[in-house]
Structure formats: structure tokens, C-alpha cells
């Protein structure tokens, strides 16, 4: 593949080349997590009582938002776990959970565990600062909804340089033997302020593994955040009968006409040339968790709309964008998924409930 990111016209078979390679390197990478087994992390048989409340960004209170963003900060500086044999690279604790999201990048997207596997990715980050670097509140999210039309896009409060995880790198042409522009697009370049100015980001770009010390990186497309992260899209997302469909609304793709809620958080932050952009790599963002967290409370949202049906219905290919099933079944609720060395084993079904399961949290407010 010569661009960063998915080709915008959708090679498929570029695609599936690439999930074959990218699914053997997962089947004899992922490592036993017996190395380090942070049972805290999957609450199991514990019930879940006063779950943390997620709540949206600019709602929290300044220290608030300064403690998450400091909790952050020690979960960089934290020594990975990862065994250098599995990935080189490695050096914090961010860089095992950004390159479990590399090794697994053809098995978790456009598949029907999409959802699951981030609400579970997202939750054992957010159990992973309270833990490891003595946060005390729950994962905030980015209702993106209320940044937009493009003209407030860039002026979201997330985006602050303060209180928020800093804004737009400044621009760079797109050379033009690079195929790849997401429209709109006016950064690129290494990002200027806020509290992310500085960080060392290592996994990546796309799928190496082997270290590549570089600043973190934004392209903003006020733009494509316009087209796909307004209420109009986000309603369509909630308006699907089955989850079959609410999944591809989601994901949309890989076509830029045909994005979703996902690409819009993702190419709305990182463009070309942004860390958000980058299939593989875009945890390396902080702003990551934000958006997984918002496209989490969106599944919520959907599922407590008929939670006796929805808290069960899960479906959708095993194989990336094996809609048709000619490579396999569809996702059930025994499904395994893998965080690797970061938390325990776990199913697709012991996420479908947010405060049940390997899961404890709510949302403050539902769509
Ligand atoms: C533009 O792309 C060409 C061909 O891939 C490459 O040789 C050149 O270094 C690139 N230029 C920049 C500024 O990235
Ligand atoms: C939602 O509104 C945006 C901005 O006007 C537009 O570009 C987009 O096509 C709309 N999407 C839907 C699904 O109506
Ligand atoms: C897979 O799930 C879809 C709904 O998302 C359904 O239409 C299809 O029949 C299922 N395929 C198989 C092989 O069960
Ligand atoms: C899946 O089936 C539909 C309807 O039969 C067809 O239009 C579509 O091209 C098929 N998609 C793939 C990826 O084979
Ligand atoms: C967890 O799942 C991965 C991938 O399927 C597998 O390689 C690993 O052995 C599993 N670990 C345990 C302890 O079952
Ligand atoms: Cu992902």
C-alpha cells in the first residue's frame, strides 16, 4: 500500500492481500497475557456498582479536565509491557495499547466485533489511567455533533490549547504523487500547542511496529467532520433496524462518499497527514478515545432504544468487509477478541452490556 491510509477508492483486494498478512502476524504476535495479568481490568465476576459516569468534554470542570489530561501524560511516561521480541518499538505503556490496535488492524475494522472490540479497547484504556496513573474520574467523550457545521469545526473545545488536547498542524501541500487527500483537508503538520506539543509518538506510520520516534501530527478537514459529524448523520446511524446495518452505517467506507460517523472523527482530526488518519496508528492520538468513546455512547444510544433485543444482536462479517459471508460467518456473542498483553481474553458478548461483563460505566446523557 503506498498511501498512509485506506485508499480513498477502496482497492478490496488490496485489502484483503493485506488482512491475510496482517491476520498471520496477529496470530503468532499477539503474546500470552500471563506476562502481566491485570484481572482488575476485566471486572469478571464482580458486579458493577456505581459505574464511572462518562461525560462530554467541555461539561467537565477545568480540574477535571486537567487531571484527565495529566493522567495521560503518566500513562506515556509508564514503561511498556509488551516484549520487544513481539514489538520492537514499544517504549510506554501508550505504545502497547496503540500497537495492539496496529498487529490487529485487518481483524477489528469492517468486521461485525468493530464495535465491541473499541468499546472493550477504550474501556481497558480508561482502567488502565485509573489504575496505573491514579485517575479517579471516567473517559470523557467528544459529541463531535456540536462542533459542527465546518465553520465551528476547528474552534471545538476539545481542540483547546489549555483545556483541551491542542489544535491543527500547520499546513503541508499533499505531494502529488500521493493519492491520497482527504478533502478539505489544511494541516498536516506537527501539532503547535496544547499539552500534546511535545509528545514522542512511536508505532506506526501504518503498520510498523518497529519504533519511529516522531511528533504527533493533525490535518484537520473541517470539511469532512461537516458532511459526516452533524446530527443528520448521526440520526441515520440510530434510525437502522438491525445491528447488521447500524454497524455499516458506522463505518461507512472505505470510499470517502461513502464514510460514516467513524471516518468523520477520524478525517476530521488527522486528514492525510494526521495520526487520527492513519488506519493503523490512530490511537497514537490522544483525541482517539474521545471519538470511541462518542461512537461508543452512539451504540449505547441505539442498543437502550430496545435493550431486550438489542443487548443480544450482534452480527456482521468475521473477515474484513466479508458482507456477503463467502469467507465466513457472521460475528456471534462467543466471538473471541484479544487485547494482547493489555487485559484478559474476553467475547464479543461480554461487551454488549456497558455496566455487565468485563464492563462497568455509563454515559450521562444518550442520544
Ligand atoms: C513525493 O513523492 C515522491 C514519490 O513517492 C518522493 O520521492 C518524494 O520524496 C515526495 N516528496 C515529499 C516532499 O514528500
Ligand atoms: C448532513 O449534513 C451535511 C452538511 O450539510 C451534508 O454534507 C451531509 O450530506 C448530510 N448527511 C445526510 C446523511 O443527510
Ligand atoms: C449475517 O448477518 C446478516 C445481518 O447483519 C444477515 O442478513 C445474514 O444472513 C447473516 N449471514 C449468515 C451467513 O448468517
Ligand atoms: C454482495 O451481494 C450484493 C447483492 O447480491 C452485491 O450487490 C454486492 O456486490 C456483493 N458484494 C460483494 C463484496 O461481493
Ligand atoms: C488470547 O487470544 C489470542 C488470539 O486469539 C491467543 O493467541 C492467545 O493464546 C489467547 N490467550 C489466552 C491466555 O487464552
Ligand atoms: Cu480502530
Known sequence: MTSRCLQPR???VALLLLLVLQYAALVTA???PDHRDPSSYNYGQRACRNPPVRKEWRTLGKSEQTRYLNAVQCFLKKPAITPKSIVPGVVSRYDDLVATHVLQTYSIHYVGHFFAWHRWFTAVYEEALRNECGYTGAQPYWDWTLDVPAAKWAKSPVLDAVYGFGGNGPLIPVNTS???EVPGRTGGGCVVDGPFKNMVVRMGPQSSVSGNPRCLSRDLSPYFAGRYLG???????????DFGWFDRVAEGGPSFDASGIHGGGHYGVGGTYGEMGDLYASPSDPIFWLH????DRVWWSWQMRNPRKRLFDISGPIFLMDYNNTQGGNVTLSFPMTLGV??????VGQTMNIKGGVLCYDYDKLY
Open 10 to 12: 477502496g482497492d478490496v
Open 30 to 32: 499477539i503474546p500470552s
Open 178 to 180: 500521493n493519492p491520497f
Open 231 to 241: 446530527m443528520n448523520q448521526t440520526k441515520l446511524t440510530l434510525s437502522q433496524s
Open 292 to 295: 470511541h468513546a462518542n461512537l
Open 342 to 347: 493489555n487485559a484478559k481474553n474476553t467475547t
